[in-house]
Nanobody, 124 residues
Framework: EVQVVESGGGLVQTGGSLRLSCAAS????????IGWYYEAPGKAREGVGCITNSGGLTYWTDSLKGRFTISGDKSKKTAYLQMNNLKPEDTAVYYC?????????????????WGKGTLVTVSS
């Protein structure tokens, strides 16, 4: 069974940085994608971007692309979300998800296996 676990969330001041990790286990498919999503209080879940195990990157939200960077370690089946210059509006629960194959073209196409999320709080 595929399991997905996020870590690295916490409290940070405006302008600070955090790196989130997403560790996937139980993956048996040759090609897979790991996506990053966020759900701010009172808002719908949206997507940051996605990376495949072959290194293909897709960013779903252009406004975050300059501050948020996705990377991955194929050997560890782990993806990372580096978040810089954080703002209070970045406060959210951040989730990662895994699917076989390529990254979805848009975040709302959904992914198969989800983690429970990690909370990021940015204080002003």
């Amino acid at each position: 069974e595929v399991q997905v676990v996020e870590s690295g969330g916490g409290l940070v001041q405006t302008g600070g940085s955090l790196r989130l990790s997403c560790a996937a286990s139980g993956i048996t498919f040759d090609e897979y994608a790991i996506g990053w999503y966020y759900e701010a209080p009172g808002k719908a879940r949206e997507g940051v971007g996605c990376i495949t195990n072959s290194g293909g990157l897709t960013y779903w939200t252009d406004s975050l692309k300059g501050r948020f960077t996705i990377s991955g370690d194929k050997s560890k089946k782990t993806a990372y979300l580096q978040m810089n210059n954080l703002k209070p509006e970045d406060t959210a629960v951040y989730y990662c998800a895994v699917s076989s194959g390529l990254c979805p073209l848009q975040y709302y196409y959904g992914m198969r296996y989800w983690g429970k999320g990690t909370l990021v709080t940015v204080s002003s």
